[in-house]
């Protein structure tokens, strides 16, 4: 299945991206993701993509594309994907749609995920995350089980530096203008699927799973 998961920053994409990896055994791929390890491991592309990622605003498109293209191109993303956070703006969904056509692949599904702002900013600015193995939390609608401590590796949790309510503000801004758009360009061409990204998580996923036709376990 080669699916991308198109919503606001905080609408579940990365909560629901993991979930929808695993039940599918697909590899989830996500932007964000990568520029942060990148940044981690201190490599050019990490120096390159802080200034942006810290102000809110959007990585350079030919960085961006390059990197997905070669991610999408590893073995283990052979039998399929799932895209958090990229494309983001028009002209990487065009470029995409070139690259799915030079290597002769074609979307699943486009899975939309309708938050409005105010629940948002909410979610965003109290979201927590595991430095350690990556899961997310929330300070009040998925708090771990010991405050402050991630409940898979026992690693104290973090706040994203780009979760600081006026990065958020930027953030939502920019999805406006860059990333709205996309949902009618993916209209256009008939692989919309909207979902109430309000509902509890696991909701949330098993109706994905029950639209892409999957069983849920
Ligand atoms: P990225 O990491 O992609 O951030 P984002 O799109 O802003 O989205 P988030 O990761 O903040 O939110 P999410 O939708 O994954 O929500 P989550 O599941 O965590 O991008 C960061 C930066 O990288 C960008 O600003 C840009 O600079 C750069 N970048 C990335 N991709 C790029 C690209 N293609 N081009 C250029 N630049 C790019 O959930 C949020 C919170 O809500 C959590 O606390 C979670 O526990 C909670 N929650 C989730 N679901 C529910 C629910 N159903 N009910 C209640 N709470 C919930
Ligand atoms: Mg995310
Ligand atoms: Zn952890």
């Known amino acids: 299945m080669e699916l991308i998961l198109l919503g606001p920053p905080g609408s579940g994409k990365g909560t629901q991206a993991a979930r929808l990896a695993g039940e599918l055994h697909i590899v989830h791929v996500s932007t964000g993701d990568l520029f942060r390890r990148h940044l981690k491991e201190g490599t050019a592309l990490g120096q390159l993509a802080r200034r942006y990622m810290d102000e809110g605003t959007l990585v350079p498109d030919d960085v961006t594309e390059a990197m997905v293209k070669e991610r999408l191109t590893a073995r283990d993303a052979q039998r399929g994907y799932i895209l958090d956070g990229f494309p983001r703006n028009l002209a990487q969904a065009e470029h995409f749609q070139g690259f799915l056509y030079e290597v002769g692949r074609a979307l699943s599904a486009v899975i939309y995920l309708a938050v409005p702002h105010d629940v948002l900013v909410e979610r965003l600015t109290g979201r927590r995350v595991c430095p ?30 780009d979760d600081r309510e006026e990065t958020v503000l930027t953030r ?13 360009f993916y209209r256009r061409l008939h692989l919309v699927r909207e979902f109430d990204g309000q509902a509890p998580v696991e909701v949330v996923t098993a109706a994905i799973l029950e639209s892409l036709g999957a069983r849920h376990d």
Do not use: M, W
């Open 172 to 184: 939502l801004q920019v999805y406006d203008r860059e990333t709205a758009p996309l949902i009618d």
């Open 132 to 161: 350690g193995c990556g899961a997310n939390y929330h300070v009040r609608f998925h708090p771990p089980q010991r405050a402050g401590v991630c409940d898979v590796c026992q690693t104290p949790l973090v706040q994203r530096p």
